[in-house]
């Protein structure tokens, strides 16, 4: 582990070495917002592997990885911080060599207690110290120093939650926790070619660079060229902005009778609907479906799509039934591109600039496209 460190809070030599090329990319107050923040990994599925290598590249002080469940024969498939023959060991354990080997720099610890065995003091402690919960829970220790373009926001300790593997139930639950506390909150997953991440900031607030519009000189003529010279500027300026999120529960439970939602309903992915029925399977099963159990699942899923969108008010013809054959297991390429999502809006919302995905994506594996949904009671 390397703990040098410049004084006053800078980053080393070593850290400005490792970190040159996302440093240019996104600042260095980004980096040390990153470095001074822990984060807590629920679910060492394909998914969680993902966003684990992506936030310890990244640079974050420490990962605590959180997962009580063993290997499965079908983990290694997607899950590539677990080693050959490791069947049988539990899964966060397993992959704590790998984990580590990618940045010696970052602090990376196993924790092999449920998730849902943990009460909301679980939570809230990380108010005063650095770890992070459920996916994903980030602490700035250093939050007193001005963050260069940042300076219009205030700058205050912030704390992330993101949830992979987990049931409706414990979904919606931890993000009540969150919202109350003002814990930022993430969840996410991936069902076969499918895979969705949402987010609840609560009030979030974040900066933008905007092109300035370059001001015409007096007596100029108006015209193409004094136009094309407007917004050829190169100079940009950083505009303060504030997005509202909804909580998840009523994100999952808008009711699509109205007249004014029924309008919304051409455009809303189909996807939002596939989620709703997965969601309905792990929380019935306790598991997601198998492919070892693939004629009983599907018969499963198609029954619970007709219960799942009869009780939203919606049409079960929005999914065809050829929907059951896409949703099973983790797919490796699905796992990397909703991963990448889901770590890129964490740094997006550590770092506070550039806009979030206000709250749904989406990916189509098949089709090889994403779209952000905002689905809420509004």
Request: hydrophobic share 40%.
């Amino acid at each position: 582990m390397v703990e040098k460190e410049e004084a006053g809070g800078g980053i080393s030599e070593e850290e400005a070495a490792q970190y040159d090329r996302q440093i240019r990319l996104w600042g260095l107050e980004a980096q040390k917002r990153l470095r001074a923040s822990r984060v807590l990994l629920v679910g060492m599925k394909g998914l969680g592997a993902e966003i684990a290598k992506n936030l310890i590249l990244a640079g974050v002080k420490g990962l605590t990885m959180l997962d009580h469940e063993q290997v499965s024969p079908e983990d290694p498939g997607a899950q590539f911080l677990i080693r050959t023959g490791s069947i049988g060991r539990n899964r966060a354990e397993a992959s704590l060599e790998r984990a580590q080997n990618l940045n010696p720099m970052v602090d990376v610890k196993v924790d092999t207690e449920n998730i849902e065995k943990k009460p909301e003091s679980f939570f809230t402690q990380f108010d005063a110290v650095a770890p992070v919960l459920s996916c994903l829970l980030t602490l700035p220790l250093d939050s007193s120093r001005p963050f260069g373009f940042v300076y219009l926001l205030e700058l205050r300790s912030t704390l992330f939650v993101c949830l992979t593997c987990c049931s409706r139930d414990v979904i919606v639950k931890v993000d009540q926790i969150c919202h109350k506390n003002s814990i930022k909150f993430f969840t996410g997953d991936v069902f076969g070619y499918h895979g969705y991440t949402f987010a609840n900031l609560g009030e979030h607030e974040f900066v933008e660079e905007k092109t300035k519009v370059a001001k015409v000189s007096q007596g100029i003529e108006d015209g193409p060229d004094t136009k094309r010279a407007k917004l050829d500027s190169s100079e940009t300026t950083m505009v303060k902005k504030k997005v509202v999120f909804c909580p998840v529960k009523e994100a999952l439970e808008v009711d699509w009778r109205s007249e004014k939602v029924k309008a919304a309903l051409k455009r809303t992915t189909s996807d939002y609907f596939l989620l709703q029925v997965l969601l309905k399977f792990r929380t019935d099963k306790g598991r997601d479906p198998g492919s070892e159990t693939y004629g009983e699942d599907s018969e499963s899923l198609l029954q619970i799509r007709n219960d799942v969108l009869d009780s939203l008010g919606v049409s079960p013809d929005l999914l065809p039934e050829d929907f059951v054959r896409y949703c099973f297991s983790e797919m490796a390429p699905v796992c990397a591109v909703v991963g990448g999502i889901l770590a890129q809006e964490i740094v997006k919302a550590l770092s506070q600039r550039d806009p979030p995905h206000n709250n749904f994506f989406f990916f189509d594996g098949i089709k090889g496209s994403g779209i952000v949904e905002c689905l809420g009671p509004k």
